[in-house]
Each structure stands twice: as structure tokens, then as C-alpha cells.
């Protein structure tokens, strides 16, 4: 099993009684994290869903965020006031701190052994009802580099068959190949449409 980070509490307008994920029942892989944000009498627009596309999950749950989903929760709270529901999916399904260990495993396995052999199914069905996606999956970070390309090509592919909204990703203050992960953003920073 791979190393897992340290837990933070969710982002504070998060309803924590809705959040709910998908794990493979030895909790190796998690599939989806799906949470809502908190609705008031002040606050009666946010009906919308967004979907975030990081690289692979970490220590996140049902319970308690983690530093990337902690960022992801309120960029999107800031950026997006329609929104209620977010959901989060992950090029590679393995949860693990480090994208070392998710090479590790990727050299050691088969592909399928960091994606996860429900992940796709769940791309599909989450692509399929959500209004908005952010693809932040990053750079490799150590993975080999054309088996990462090759699995974000895939992901393109489903994006492209299975979504058919608008697609952004968050800019930095120097350009990125990859769009910038999650953890990066800064709540200041401009959000673009992403050519899938």
C-alpha cells in the first residue's frame, strides 16, 4: 500500500453530511469523491454540478479533505456561485501521496493497476450529468512520460464522448503543458476554456 498524507477538514460551506465516495472495497483505489456545497435562505442559485479531473487521489474520504481537495472545494466555491454539486474523478484511480509510487506501481503492473478497472465506468456516468469540468491532472511528476500521455489521451477521449459542455482549466502565472493541478491553484488565478 502507498504512502497516505495527512487529513484536513473540508472547506467550511462543504455540507459535510453529503459527502460520499467510491472506493474498491480494499480502499486501494477511490473512484469518485462527490460532495455538496451548503445552500441558505441567501444563497438559492447554486443548483449546478462541476466535476474536477485531478491525477490520482490521496487520502481524502468521506469524512475528511485533503490539501488538494481542500484547495479544489473553494477555488470552485469562489470561481463558480451556480454551483452546488462537485464532483472529483482521477486519471489514475490509486490513491497514493506520491506520483513516485503511482510509477512504482504502474512499472511493477499492469496500467490497469494505477486506473483503477472501474475508473473508466465512472468517467462515463459522471461526465454524462455534469455542467462543468475542470481538467487539473498536472504534469507527470515522475510518471513514466508516455504512459501518462498515453492515459491522458484516453481521458480526452472520454471527456469528448461523453461531455459536451464547457471545459476549463485553471492558469498560473507561467504557462503549463499539462493543465495546472489542483493543489497549485491560487484563488486569484484565471480560469480558461481547455481544448480537449
Known amino acids: 500500500m502507498a504512502r497516505i498524507g495527512r487529513q484536513v477538514d473540508h472547506f467550511e460551506e462543504i455540507d459535510i453530511q453529503s459527502i460520499r465516495a467510491d472506493f474498491s472495497p480494499d480502499r486501494l483505489f477511490r473512484y469518485t469523491l462527490e460532495m455538496n456545497y451548503?445552500?441558505?435562505?441567501?444563497?438559492?442559485?447554486?443548483?449546478?454540478?462541476?466535476?474536477?479531473?485531478?491525477?490520482?487521489?490521496?487520502?481524502?474520504?468521506e469524512k475528511r479533505s485533503d490539501s488538494t481537495i481542500r484547495k479544489v472545494e473553494t477555488y470552485v466555491w469562489k470561481q463558480f456561485p451556480d454551483v452546488r454539486f462537485l464532483r472529483i474523478l482521477n486519471i489514475f484511480a490509486?490513491?497514493?501521496?506520491?506520483?513516485?509510487?503511482?510509477?512504482?506501481?504502474?512499472?511493477?503492473?499492469?496500467?490497469?493497476?494505477?486506473?483503477?478497472?472501474?475508473?473508466d465506468a465512472f468517467f462515463r456516468s459522471t461526465l454524462a450529468k455534469t455542467d462543468y469540468v475542470i481538467c487539473?491532472?498536472?504534469?507527470?511528476?515522475?510518471?513514466?512520460?508516455?504512459?501518462?500521455?498515453?492515459?491522458?489521451?484516453?481521458?480526452?477521449?472520454?471527456?469528448?464522448?461523453?461531455?459536451?459542455?464547457?471545459?476549463?482549466h485553471v492558469c498560473g502565472n507561467r504557462a503549463t503543458k499539462e493543465?495546472?493541478?489542483?493543489?497549485?491553484?491560487?484563488?486569484e488565478y484565471e480560469l480558461k476554456p481547455f481544448t480537449i
Open 94 to 119: 490509486f490513491r497514493a501521496t506520491d506520483a513516485v509510487e503511482v510509477n512504482k506501481r504502474l512499472k511493477s503492473l499492469a496500467e490497469i493497476a494505477v486506473v483503477g478497472v472501474e475508473n
Open 136 to 168: 487539473a491532472w498536472g504534469g507527470p511528476s515522475g510518471i513514466d512520460i508516455t504512459r501518462y500521455a498515453s492515459r491522458v489521451t484516453t481521458v480526452r477521449q472520454l471527456i469528448r464522448n461523453h461531455y459536451s459542455g464547457p471545459v476549463h
Open 38 to 61: 451548503r445552500v441558505d435562505l441567501l444563497d438559492q442559485n447554486r443548483s449546478k454540478t462541476m466535476t474536477v479531473i485531478l491525477k490520482n487521489p490521496s487520502s481524502a474520504d
Open 179 to 187: 493543465p495546472l493541478h489542483g493543489l497549485m491553484w491560487g484563488y
